[in-house]
């Protein structure tokens, strides 16, 4: 796999997907369509796994989320949501993580989501165009699953902690999405969630 200039990947931390979550803790640690399904215009009917991503920043900032239909599919859509890579870690301590994120209505505010996780709201989530992270993606082509650390030397954040996997995606019949991080192994006993609801 290529790298730019100043860039790494320690493949050392690659994981498998059976161990992700339990071992992310320590890892991680110190086209939108409107008024309809968040992505019912990007993605057929038939399509119930997805490649998701989430990207820490090293140093502060907050995480992102990012939905393809796959590792060399242009991005559904990237999330910034309204979390640290502390408050995120913090967050799937106790091995659940529910995240959902509702519409905010008024004028202007179709990309931006109320968001709560397990329960408690945490702040605004808010749709972003791709900067940065597209490096990350493009280096993580042949990543199906797994948590790692890219570093990017000479930049503000230092590089990217990252966790990936397939989740399953369910419509529901209000106007919902949700996505569910997959175990094939069926040992984890952990769940990993993030719900769009519907306007």
């Known amino acids: 796999m290529e790298k730019g200039e100043g860039t790494s990947v320690n493949s050392h931390h690659q994981l498998t997907l059976g161990n992700l979550l339990r071992q992310v803790m320590d890892l991680l640690a110190p086209c939108w369509a409107y008024n309809k399904l968040i992505f019912s215009y990007c993605l057929p009917d038939t399509v119930t796994l997805v490649t998701g991503t989430v990207i820490c920043p090293i140093y502060g900032n907050k995480v992102k989320l990012c939905l393809q239909e796959n590792t060399k599919s242009v991005p559904l859509v990237l999330v910034e949501l309204p979390l ?3 408050g995120f870690t913090s967050s799937i301590q106790y091995g659940v993580l529910r995240v959902v994120l509702e519409p905010v209505h008024g004028p202007g505010s179709s990309q931006g989501w109320v968001t709560y996780c397990n329960g408690q709201k945490v702040g605004f989530a808010r749709r972003l165009e791709m900067g940065e992270e597209k490096l990350v993606l493009d280096m ?41 991080l997959t175990d094939p192994s069926n040992c984890f006993g952990q769940e990993f969630s993030i719900f769009f609801l519907g306007n």
């Open 140 to 180: 993580m082509q042949m990543v199906s699953a797994g948590a790692g650390i890219m570093l990017h030397r000479g930049t503000e954040t230092g590089g990217y902690k990252y966790l990936r996997g397939q989740f399953e995606r369910v419509v529901g019949s209000d106007d919902t999405e949700s996505y569910h």
């Open 84 to 86: 640290s890579t502390r």
